[in-house]
């Protein structure tokens, strides 16, 4: 797989090379969003952080891999006095260490997954909601050959390789490296079993990136450097895991990152063509498709009327609110030569996929971030940073119905730059 990148990704670090120094520093090495937050049936929390419940009782927990061979926990705590914290006497378990392609999940709201493809190796945990304390799974760590097989990360790009579907009842990996998608399906206990017909070959494309509609009812596949995919590969996905291409697939459409909106119906894409990030010309869009719901050809995309829809400045990264009852909202998020420019934030039509600028847009009021992600109730985004050369950890409360992002807490500095990811407690 380490031979298997071609001349496009060389080129494309010798591009990045420049920026990394200063990326790296400001963000710890890590420029990754995480992937899976999870069911997103969940009844939501409201417009922010509660307020509400038993006064210290975690709300949500987070989770990132500590570049020097562990994972640690941090818990959003509810009540009148909440609070953003490294989880009291978190007993932290051990990992492979520098592993620069390494990915961390959720699932179920109940298991935690860390992959380190270097090793081959898949971690997992049931997670405590109460305390945050981490118990592996038996069988645990998971050798997993297709981990061998991921586009490498050491150059600061966000991949999103290792994926679980929103109902945590499966796990994927795309393999780039053999040209194939491995599935596994998680147990009742956390325990993986590979799905039959897995790993699925898919025909020459390399798959880099895994997204999955709001549903979880189809995958799409991205290839590519970031700003130089050229095309979208869409499966529907079986009860089992089983994969089945949709016809027309792959589409041509040069995405890197997509995300759907909780209905179902639309996928929000962004090319990721940035000059800060790898000397391309700025692509200041976002690109929105419907998902074609049923017929022969279900789970196409075409671009909606009116995409793309511009933004302020250049996404490299995008979370999309995954809880339609408090609403449908989009944020970008976007880099500088030496920093980070404000979050953006749009309103999704559920009618027609038309994005709309929120009112307060762009979120100057907030420190800005490269990347975030939610936790399944939608309403508090969680976001990184490197500021100053410290890494941290912050979160952002969405407005119920309006989306407007507020900063009610302090970041939480971490010990080195880790991929994270989010689950709300139980």
């Keep these: 797989m380490r031979n298997t990148k071609g001349g496009g990704f060389r080129f494309f670090l010798t591009m990045l090379a420049a920026f990394s120094a200063v990326l790296l520093l400001s963000c710890g090495h890590q420029y990754k969003c995480g992937i899976t937050f999870g069911a997103s049936t969940c009844t939501p929390s409201g417009g922010g952080i509660s307020t509400s419940g038993n006064a210290g009782a975690n709300a949500a927990l987070v989770f990132n891999i500590v570049q020097t061979g562990s994972i640690n926990g941090i818990s959003l705590t509810s009540g009148s006095s909440a609070t953003l914290q490294n989880i009291p006497n978190f007993r932290a378990p051990t990992a492979p260490q520098n592993d620069v392609s390494s990915e961390v999940v959720t699932a179920q709201k109940k298991f935690l997954y860390a992959a380190f493809p270097a090793s081959r190796l898949l971690y997992g945990w049931t997670i405590d909601s109460s305390t945050g304390q981490l118990t592996a799974i038996s069988g645990s760590p998971f050798t997993i050959e297709w981990l061998g097989g991921v586009i490498l990360n050491d150059a600061g790009v966000n991949m999103t390789a290792v994926a679980v579907n929103p109902a945590g009842t499966l796990l994927f990996i795309a393999a780039a490296g053999n040209g194939a998608i491995a599935v596994y399906q998680i147990g009742s206990d956390g325990t993986l079993t590979q799905a039959s017909g897995s790993p699925l070959s898919t025909g020459g494309f390399q798959p880099w990136n895994l997204y999955f509609d709001g549903l979880g009812k189809y995958l799409y596949v991205t290839t590519g450097p970031e700003g130089m995919g050229q095309q979208v590969a869409a499966y529907a996905i079986g009860s089992t895991g089983a994969l089945t291409l949709v016809p027309g697939s792959p589409f041509a459409?040069?995405?890197?990152?997509?995300?759907?909106?909780?209905?179902?119906?639309?996928?929000?894409?962004?090319?990721?063509?940035?000059?800060?990030?790898?000397?391309?010309?700025?692509?200041?869009?976002?690109?929105?498709?419907?998902?074609?719901?049923?017929?022969?050809?279900?789970?196409?995309?075409?671009?909606?009327?009116?995409?793309?829809?511009?933004?302020?400045?250049?996404?490299?990264?995008?979370?999309?609110?995954?809880?339609?009852?408090?609403?449908?909202?989009?944020?970008?998020?976007?880099?500088?030569?030496?920093?980070?420019?404000?979050?953006?934030?749009?309103?999704?039509?559920?009618?027609?996929?038309?994005?709309?600028?929120?009112?307060?847009?762009?979120?100057?009021?907030?420190?800005?971030?490269?990347?975030?992600?939610?936790?399944?109730?939608?309403?508090?985004?969680?976001?990184?940073?490197?500021?100053?050369?410290?890494?941290?950890?912050?979160?952002?409360?969405?407005?119920?119905?309006?989306?407007?992002?507020?900063?009610?807490?302090?970041?939480?500095?971490?010990?080195?730059?880790?991929?994270?990811?989010?689950?709300?407690?139980?």
Excluded: H, K
């Design 253 to 426: 459409f040069n995405l890197w990152a997509l995300a759907g909106d909780p209905s179902g119906q639309y996928m929000v894409g962004i090319s990721g063509r940035s000059m800060a990030l790898n000397g391309l010309t700025n692509d200041s869009n976002l690109y929105v498709f419907s998902v074609q719901q049923s017929g022969s050809n279900a789970g196409a995309l075409t671009p909606v009327a009116g995409s793309p829809f511009a933004t302020l400045y250049a996404p490299v990264n995008l979370a999309v609110q995954p809880n339609a009852a408090n609403g449908s909202f989009v944020y970008s998020f976007s880099i500088t030569s030496s920093g980070y420019n404000p979050i953006e934030g749009y309103a999704l039509s559920t009618a027609t996929g038309v994005l709309s600028v929120l009112s307060a847009s762009p979120f100057a009021n907030i420190s800005p971030s490269p990347w975030g992600q939610f936790e399944q109730g939608g309403s508090n985004l969680f976001v990184y940073s490197g500021i100053a050369g410290v890494p941290q950890l912050g979160v952002l409360s969405a407005a119920s119905g309006t989306g407007v992002l507020t900063q009610p807490l302090a970041r939480v500095p971490l010990s080195t730059g880790g991929y994270f990811t989010v689950t709300d407690a139980q």
